[in-house]
Nanobody, 127 residues
Framework: QLQLVESGGGLVQPGGSLRLSCAAS????????IGWFRQAPGKEREAVSC????????NYADSVKGRFTISRDSAKNTVYLQMNNLKPEDTAIYYC????????????????????WGQGAQVTVSS
């Protein structure tokens, strides 16, 4: 199983920004599509965003479109989730996950294809 580590979570006021990072230390992320997911207390896990191996294909949940941006940096072997204009309803534990890229532009915004998960990062949006 691949090892992924999320970082960058924290407490932010409504309207603020955070950038989450998803890093891998023992393998290259270039061959994997990466997804971001979140789970709020008492709610089911939901897909937030995904990015293909090429970086040329991305998808977003409707609830975050226009506010969140996913990107990848091959040199740093890291995938990022830039979150702007955060809202209290964005409060959740955020997880990154990896799945072997079936094609360069394959980007599944659903949890089923992903088989390696990080430990999660808490994001709290509150005044």
């Amino acid at each position: 199983q691949l090892q992924l580590v999320e970082s960058g979570g924290g407490l932010v006021q409504p309207g603020g920004s955070l950038r989450l990072s998803c890093a891998a230390s023992k393998f290259t992320l270039d061959r994997y599509a990466i997804g971001w997911f979140r789970q709020a207390p008492g709610k089911e896990r939901e897909a937030v965003s995904c990015i293909s191996t090429s970086g040329g294909s991305t998808n977003y949940a409707d609830s975050v479109k226009g506010r969140f941006t996913i990107s990848r940096d091959s040199a740093k072997n890291t995938v990022y989730l830039q979150m702007n204009n955060l809202k209290p309803e964005d409060t959740a534990i955020y997880y990154c996950a990896a799945t072997f890229g079936l094609s360069r532009d394959w980007c599944p915004i659903a949890s089923a294809p992903f088989n390696s998960w990080g430990q999660g990062a808490q994001v709290t949006v509150s005044s």
